[in-house]
C-alpha cells in the first residue's frame, strides 16, 4: 500500500496537482485524482463525494483527461485524509507514479456492442506498465497516454502517445508515424516510447511534452525500431452524446462539469457498474433502470442533448482562483439562461477567467474569456459583440 506523504522533487518545476501534491488555489487546496481510462466502481463513486462533503467544498469537478478533482480543502491533513480514502478504496496503487497515470481511452468501448475491440483490459496493462517503470515516474502530470478502440474519439484529443486498436497504429503527439504494436505489445511499446521521449528531454525541465520537441517524434520512432508501416490519417470521431444509448447506457452532463456529492450518489445508485467519466466532462452510466433518466434529471444532471448546457465547460473563476478577473459560473449560468437553446452541432463553448483558458477542451471551440471589464467572446470566425447571450450563442454557432 503506497504511503500518503507528499512527494517532493521528483518532477522539478512540474506543478501539476495530484492527490498527494495539492495545488494552493484562493479557495483552498485542489488535489486531482486520476482515472485511468475513467472507469470509476460505484463505491470508489461513493468514497469520493463522502471525501468532498467531509474534506472539500462538496463537489467533484470533471476534467478535461476524464480525471476527477477536489478543491476548498481547508488543510494538509485533510488532504491526507482524502489520500488514505484513495488508497483504500484502490485509486491510489502508485505514490510515486499517481501524477503520470493520465491515460485516455474510448469511453463506450466494451459496453456498446458495436463490433469494436474492447479496450478497457488494455488501459489496465499500460496503467501497470507506466507505474512499474522507476524510470516514468520522472514524467510530467501533463503527458497524457490515450487508447483508442478505433471509433477515433479519444485520437482526436492532441495525446503525447495514442494506440488504436482497429489497425495498430501508435501515434506520436496526434500524428501516424508509422509505428505499429499488437496488443499484447501495447504496454510495452508505450512505456518504450515515453522512456525514449524521458531520454531526450533529459536537463530540460520546460519540456513537458512531446509536442514541446521537434525531434521528439523522430526519436521515439527510431528507439521502437520504426517506422513498421506506411502512416495514414487516424480516425476522428465525436465524442458520445448526451442521452440514452442502446444497451441500457445513459451519457450524462454535468452543469460546467460539476458534480455535487447528491448527484454523485445518484449516479451510483443507479447501477452496480463502474462509471465512466469522459474527457468531455460527461459521465457514462452503464446498465441503467428505466427510471434512471427521471432520476437523473431530478438530481439536476442533463440527459437531453439539446440542452444549452451540453458542450459548455468553465475554469474555477472568483473566487476560487486568483487569476480570474470573474465569476465565470455565474455568469456563464445567467448566460446559458437567457440564450436560446444552441443549434444542433452547435460548438462547444469554455468560459474562462483569464486568457489561460485552463480547462479549454481539445478542438474547436467557442471561448468566453473574461477581460475585467465584461468578456471577449470568440468562436472561428473571430469575435462577437453586442450583448453577452447574444455573443455566445453566435460563436457557438460552426462556420
Not at 64 to 88: H, M, P, T
Not at 249 to 260: D, E, K, Q, S
Amino acid at each position: 500500500m503506497p504511503a500518503v506523504s507528499t512527494p517532493s522533487g521528483r518532477c522539478g518545476a512540474d506543478r501539476c496537482p495530484g492527490a498527494l501534491r495539492a495545488h494552493q488555489a484562493a479557495d483552498g487546496l485542489l488535489v486531482r485524482v486520476r482515472l485511468p481510462g475513467g472507469r470509476l466502481s460505484t463505491s470508489q463513486l461513493r468514497r469520493l463525494a463522502a471525501a468532498a462533503r467531509r474534506d472539500a467544498d462538496g463537489t467533484l469537478e470533471l476534467t478535461s483527461r476524464a480525471n476527477v478533482q477536489l478543491r476548498g480543502i481547508g488543510d494538509q491533513e485533510a488532504v491526507d485524509r482524502i489520500a488514505a480514502v484513495l488508497v483504500e478504496s484502490g485509486l491510489l496503487p502508485s505514490a510515486s507514479h499517481e501524477t503520470v497515470r493520465n491515460i485516455l481511452a474510448s469511453p463506450l468501448s466494451g459496453l456498446d456492442h458495436g463490433g469494436r475491440p474492447d479496450v478497457r483490459p488494455v488501459v489496465a496493462r499500460v496503467d501497470e506498465a507506466l507505474c512499474a517503470c522507476p524510470e516514468l515516474a520522472d514524467l510530467s502530470g501533463r503527458f497524457l497516454v490515450a487508447v483508442d478502440d478505433g471509433r477515433g474519439d479519444v485520437a482526436a484529443l492532441g495525446a503525447d502517445l495514442c494506440w488504436l486498436a482497429d489497425t495498430g497504429a501508435l501515434l506520436v503527439a496526434g500524428r501516424d508515424v508509422g509505428l505499429r504494436a499488437d496488443t499484447d505489445q501495447v504496454a510495452a511499446t508505450i512505456v518504450a516510447a515515453a522512456r525514449a521521449f524521458l531520454r531526450l528531454r533529459a536537463g530540460r525541465r520546460d519540456v513537458w511534452r512531446v509536442a514541446d520537441l521537434p525531434e521528439a517524434s523522430a526519436a521515439i520512432v527510431a528507439a521502437l525500431g520504426g517506422p513498421h508501416a506506411e502512416p495514414t490519417d487516424p480516425p476522428q470521431s465525436d465524442p458520445p452524446p448526451v442521452g440514452p444509448h442502446p444497451a441500457g447506457i445513459v451519457v450524462v452532463a454535468a452543469p460546467l462539469g460539476r458534480l455535487t456529492a447528491a448527484q454523485a450518489d445518484t449516479l451510483a445508485a443507479l447501477t452496480d457498474e463502474p462509471v465512466v467519466v469522459t474527457p468531455w466532462r460527461t459521465v457514462v452510466v452503464v446498465a441503467a433502470p428505466e427510471t434512471a433518466v427521471p432520476a437523473l434529471t431530478g438530481a439536476g444532471l442533463v440527459v437531453d442533448a439539446a440542452s444549452p448546457w451540453v458542450g459548455v465547460t468553465a475554469c474555477a473563476g472568483r473566487p476560487g482562483c486568483a487569476s480570474a478577473l470573474a465569476d465565470v459560473r455565474a455568469d456563464a449560468t445567467a448566460a446559458l439562461t437567457a440564450a436560446a437553446p444552441p443549434a444542433a452541432a452547435a460548438l462547444p463553448l469554455h468560459w474562462a477567467g483569464c486568457d489561460r483558458c485552463c480547462g479549454r477542451p481539445a478542438g474547436p471551440a467557442a471561448l468566453a474569456v473574461a477581460t475585467g471589464a465584461g468578456y471577449r467572446v470568440a468562436g472561428p470566425g473571430g469575435d462577437h459583440h453586442g450583448p453577452l447571450a447574444e455573443r455566445v450563442a453566435q460563436a457557438r454557432r460552426p462556420r
